[in-house]
């Protein structure tokens, strides 16, 4: 019946879209001229690249089909083939989402071939916009003859009051309900090529760089002030703390006159933004995982929310699972190889939906939290939104008992047993489950009561107002009654940040150092850029955790100062370019490539949108006390006499070195810079400076060079006579105030010595099986510490000829 409705509805729509049609292709005397033709929008329309950039039609679940590529087309080498068809809607499809404007005329032209034998002698085919949920509308119509190649030919002009966030195209026989009934009539197979939708070409997108200073130097919250991110999940891995965030900035598009974007739009979120620090005020940038939408890692989810992720060895392999929110409607888990992907689904349908045992009361199968236990045992919690309408009022205000918890197979990719009822008071949403010298916590986000919470009811004493977060200790992972309830963690936002930056909360903890951290989210930065009028882009933050004698939370106070510096950032590698402590006017993307910090597996991003007056910048950089002498950087230039300025402790600090980005324009090169007087801790500054009005560059990877320090070390070398054997004498004298370790080298051989003690001697006479030897010399190796840092010094020692017997 619902299949039925979508396609009534449909019908109805496609019936007033003929009318535009006969309008619009001169059926009808008076008709409007044709908007002149700009673009094709369509890629790869004559199908010459194989199938790329088309997928059989999925809107609804009964439709599939198969597609190939056939050397039998109406012009090229190659046309598209549909067989199997499923449903009349099974036919080739392309996105053409973004590219397609309300308001805005097109022409459409194609061709198609049915060949069935049993087949009828003429077929009507229709090319159909599907603009989500059940909004479909027939653009243009071809009757074509069985064996022919048949041309659609016509104009269409998409309403201004239709929503194009969705717009996908795609070929059809007409609708009928039960097309198995006769499915040489409805089902047919059919070719199609050369197709092309031209008309204005899509407008540039609206900059998503964030130009104010959304960090302040010397805060460390939110996190990034070059983008959004919601419902952080910390995850700490090899001495990094990963955050997994959902993608807030997908749907960010600031109006260019007056900087303000319209309101977050959830439905548009199929990314999951990933960031990473090993000191928590640098982060690095490492862009979005594509989770779902068409070309996603799992491409039968639509959306991506409030990500949890955890790390289990698997029949001996570790992995990395990413659990996120397909909207309300249920939740999955795709798989990866590290933190940073690469990421693939190891299922073809949602891991949570409605077939979960022990769910089918909760409303919302999302915000799933998994959490491994010390044995190995995982576990997953989800759920939330309104409680069910069977209970009294006062219970659907104090006890909905919309949030659940359930055991994981050991795969972590489906689920065991059914879920269990957590009794949270006045939950929500955003479980979260730690653990904590052998007590369980579970946290979790309060509703704001209203009618799907019991209406007008009276909170029992002590539980959560609205938006807050609150928590429960428990001694069992899977049993949460309301009488493990233990107070509220976090009041709300609004509470610290004031207006603007109210509304409801998600959050993590993690242990990173021996100190456990909080995690959650709120619209500071968006309260930054527009002041107490926010739209709904939320920012990361980050609260150290700090527990009572009997294992009770003391409550979180957030702040803009966040967290302490855990260490100082380490300058003496290859980093990230796209790792801020602060920055201002920036934006990042993504190359080809690898990263150079973090691999082949990772991600590689760049640092783009670099004006005249842009900077980023690191915190607490220890460049120690012998400093450092030159910075390289990676970069390509985008305009000519483009420079960066290195400056320390503030913006407008003193220019410790200039990088003169003189390499071709559009090509990447590696530029260097001498330093002066950069030694000891502090934060530094990029500051970029070139002609207004243009993108200057872009910089993949900075490393700092530390200024040459070598070992103390007294060297002497020495020909001696022994049974008429010449033999060359070494010795090295470590005048380090810590041991050392010397290789002694010459062309008679070698030897090293592990750990020289300070005034020690390393000492070796080497025979060269010789009555004679010529001058030459000897080479010492020195190995160790210097200021924590590690230091060889090469030196090298003549010695003269030395001949032996008569």
């Known amino acids: 019946m619902e299949h039925r409705m979508r396609r009534a509805t449909r019908g109805r729509v496609a019936a007033i879209a003929t009318v535009g049609l006969m309008l619009a292709t001169g059926f009808v005397a008076g008709a409007a001229p044709v908007q002149a033709a700009d673009t094709n929008l369509v890629v790869n329309g004559g199908f010459e690249d194989g199938l790329t950039n088309w997928f059989v039609n999925n809107g609804n679940a009964a439709d599939g089909a198969q597609l190939s590529a056939t050397s039998d087309a109406y012009a090229g ?123 204005a070409a899509p407008p540039a997108p609206a900059s998503k760089t964030i130009e104010v200073v959304g960090k302040l130097p010397g805060e460390h919250n939110p996190l990034i002030g070059h983008k959004f991110g919601a419902d952080g999940f910390g995850f700490v891995h090899d001495g990094r703390v990963y955050m997994y965030l959902t993608n807030d900035t997908q749907g960010y598009a600031p109006n260019p006159s007056t900087g303000v974007s319209p309101g977050i739009n959830y439905g548009d979120i199929n990314q999951i933004t990933v960031i990473s620090s090993e000191d928590l005020v640098n982060w690095t940038d490492h862009g979005e995982i594509q989770v779902a939408g068409p070309n996603g890692v799992a491409p039968f989810t639509a959306n991506s929310w409030a990500p949890g992720i955890t790390k289990k060895v698997v029949n001996g392999v570790e992995k990395f699972f990413l659990y996120y929110a397909n909207g309300g409607g249920s939740s999955n888990v795709i798989t990866g190889t590290s933190p940073l992907g690469p990421w693939t689904s190891e299922r073809t349908s949602t891991l949570i939906n409605g077939s979960t ?46 949030i659940r918890a359930i055991e994981l197979a050991d795969s972590m990719v489906s689920t065991e047993g059914t879920a269990a009822v957590v009794d949270a008071p006045v939950a929500f949403e955003a479980g979260h489950v730690f653990k904590r010298q052998g007590k369980y916590y579970f946290s979790y986000s309060s509703h704001f009561g209203g009618n799907d919470f019991g209406g007008n009811q009276q909170p029992l004493p002590g539980y959560p107002g609205g938006g807050q977060i609150g928590y429960m200790i428990s001694d069992d992972p899977m049993s949460w009654p309301k009488e493990t309830y233990a107070g509220v963690l976090f009041p709300n936002q609004s509470q610290f940040f004031g207006a603007g930056t109210g509304g409801n909360n998600h959050q993590s903890v993690f242990e990173f150092g021996g100190r456990y951290y909080f995690t959650y989210h709120a619209p500071t930065l968006n309260k930054r850029i527009n002041g107490n009028t926010t739209q709904g882009y939320r920012s990361p933050h980050i609260q150290e955790l700090t527990f009572n004698p009997d294992g009770t939370i003391q409550q979180v106070v957030g702040t803009y100062a966040g967290v302490e510096q ?50 980023t910048a690191l915190s607490s950089v220890n460049f120690g006390d012998d400093g450092a002498q030159r910075l390289t950087a990676r970069v390509r230039a985008l305009a000519a006499g483009g420079q960066v300025r290195v400056r320390l402790d503030d913006v407008d600090g003193p220019v410790v070195g200039t990088v003169a980005v003189d390499t071709p324009v559009g090509q990447w090169a590696e530029v260097t810079a001498e330093l002066e007087g950069v030694s000891g801790v502090h934060d530094v500054y990029f500051t970029y400076a070139g002609p207004a009005g243009v993108d200057l560059l872009e910089i993949d990877n900075w490393a700092f060079q530390a200024a040459t320090v070598d070992l103390p070390v007294t060297v002497t070398a020495s020909t001696r006579c022994v049974g008429g054997k010449a033999y060359v004498a070494v010795q090295a004298r470590n005048d380090h105030d810590a041991p050392v370790g010397i290789t002694l080298e010459t062309p008679y051989g070698e030897r090293s010595f592990a750990a020289v003690a300070p005034g020690a ?29 590690d230091v060889t010094t090469v030196r090298t020692a003549q010695h003269p000829a030395g001949t032996c017997g008569g």
């Not at 085919?125 to 022919?148: D, E």
């Not at 915000?367 to 919690?381: E, N, S, T």
């Open 761 to 789: 001697n390393a000492y070796q006479s080497f025979n060269s099986r010789a009555a004679s030897v010529p001058a030459g010399s000897a080479t010492v190796r020195v190995t160790g510490a210097v200021d924590g840092r």
């Open 77 to 199: 080498a190659n046309a598209a083939l549909v067989t199997s068809r499923t449903t009349t809607g099974s036919g080739p499809m392309q996105d053409l989402s973004g590219k397609v404007q309300a308001g805005q005329a097109y022409t459409l032209t194609a061709r198609i071939k049915y060949e069935n034998a049993s087949g009828p002698a003429t077929k009507q085919f229709f090319a159909t916009m599907h603009y989500g949920g059940g909004t479909y509308t027939n653009l243009v119509s071809v009757t074509a003859t069985k064996g022919q190649w048949a041309q659609f030919s016509g104009t269409f002009t998409i309403p201004t009051t239709q929503s194009v966030s969705t717009a996908r195209l795609f070929f059809e026989t007409p609708w009928t309900s039960t097309p198995s009934a006769d499915p040489a009539l409805h089902l047919m197979d059919f070719k199609l090529d050369d197709v092309s939708v031209v008309g």
């Open 566 to 615: 855990v260490r100082d950032f380490d300058p003496y590698r290859v980093f990230e370019a796209e790792t801020f402590g602060w920055s201002k006017g920036v934006a990042t993307t993504k190359v080809d490539g690898s990263s150079a910090q973090f691999g082949g597996a990772a991600p590689n991003l760049v640092v783009r949108d670099i004006d005249n007056g842009d900077w």
């Open 357 to 402: 045992p022990g769910a089918e009361d909760v409303a919302w199968k999302f915000d799933p939290a998994p959490f491994v236990d010390d044995d190995g045992q995982p576990y997953l919690y989800f759920g939330g939104g309104p409680a069910s309408t069977s209970m009294p009022p006062a219970e659907r205000f104090n006890n909905p008992k919309n």
